[in-house]
């Protein structure tokens, strides 16, 4: 599985963006797609996830209400609502795929492929 993020930029804080990651691969087997992000400094945190084929969805506490996470199985894309955006949601933004379904799916380790990131930044 390949993944390629896009969408990122710069932001004041109230606004919104739409992050994207486009899947692919062949057999496409995946459990799981995530978001994370890391600021500088700082370690890569899980921000969202969801299951690849029921659509279920789970979020950080310090993002609840504010991000959304969807998927699109047909065109094998993924994507991430950020509205009422703040400056701590500044940082490089990944999406990876966890295919066999490993727990803990919030943890790094359980992913096994990766996007590039795209830097988001968000200004007060």
């Known amino acids: 599985v390949q993944l390629q993020a896009s969408g990122g930029g710069l932001v004041q804080a109230g606004g919104s963006l739409r992050l994207s990651c486009a899947a692919s691969?062949?057999?496409?087997?995946?459990?799981?797609v995530a978001w994370f992000r890391q600021a500088p400094g700082m370690e890569r945190e899980w921000v969202a996830h969801?299951?690849?084929?029921?659509?279920?969805?789970a979020y950080a506490d310090s993002v609840k209400g504010r991000l959304i996470i969807s998927r699109d199985k047909d065109r094998r894309m993924v994507y991430l609502q950020m509205d009422s955006l703040k400056p701590e949601d500044t940082a490089v933004y990944y999406c990876?795929?966890?295919?066999?379904?490993?727990?803990?799916?919030?943890?790094?380790?359980?992913?096994?492929?990766w996007g590039q990131g795209t830097q988001v930044t968000v200004s007060s």
């Open positions: 990876a795929a966890n295919i066999k379904g490993i727990i803990p799916d919030h943890h790094v380790g359980s992913y096994d492929a």
């Open positions: 691969g062949s057999p496409f087997t995946v459990h799981t």
């Open positions: 969801i299951r690849w084929n029921s659509g279920s969805t």
